[in-house]
Nanobody
Framework: QVQLVESGGGLVQAGGSLRLSCAAS????????MGWYRQAAGKQLDLVAF???????NYAESVKGRFTISRDNGKNTVYLQMNSLKPEDTAVYYC????????????????WGQGTQVTVSS
């Protein structure tokens, strides 16, 4: 019904930048919050940032001042601009969206992307 497809991960040196994108498609009625989570090897899944449908961003303390989340509602896409990357940012990054479908307009569900690897070398 709904697919989230991420792109933009890769390998970068410490201090470098990457931009992640996540496009939602399918039977979408409305997208509420969209966000990014990450999971480092052997660790739990952590929230990185999310943005409301109105465009208000929220960040984990560890990425404030370095990462910027944005969205293009016309394209059903959320972005994560990551600057001043550190080795501790290495993780699989997952896109998340709270999305109501055309068949269930008043009960949004959580949808996840497949994940994209971000590796920061020291």
């Amino acid at each position: 019904q709904v697919q989230l497809v991420e792109s933009g991960g890769g390998l970068v040196q410490a201090g470098g930048s990457l931009r992640l994108s996540c496009a939602a498609s399918g039977n979408i009625f409305r997208i509420n919050d969209m966000g990014w989570y990450r999971q480092a090897a052997g660790k739990q899944l952590d929230l990185v940032a999310f943005i409301t449908s109105g465009g208000s961003p929220n960040y984990a303390e560890s990425v404030k001042g370095r990462f910027t989340i944005s969205r293009d509602n016309g394209k059903n896409t959320v972005y994560l601009q990551m600057n001043s990357l550190k080795p501790e940012d290495t993780a699989v990054y997952y896109c998340n969206g709270k999305i109501a479908t055309t068949s269930n307009k008043w009960a949004p569900s959580n949808y996840w992307g497949q994940g994209t690897q971000v590796t920061v070398s020291s």
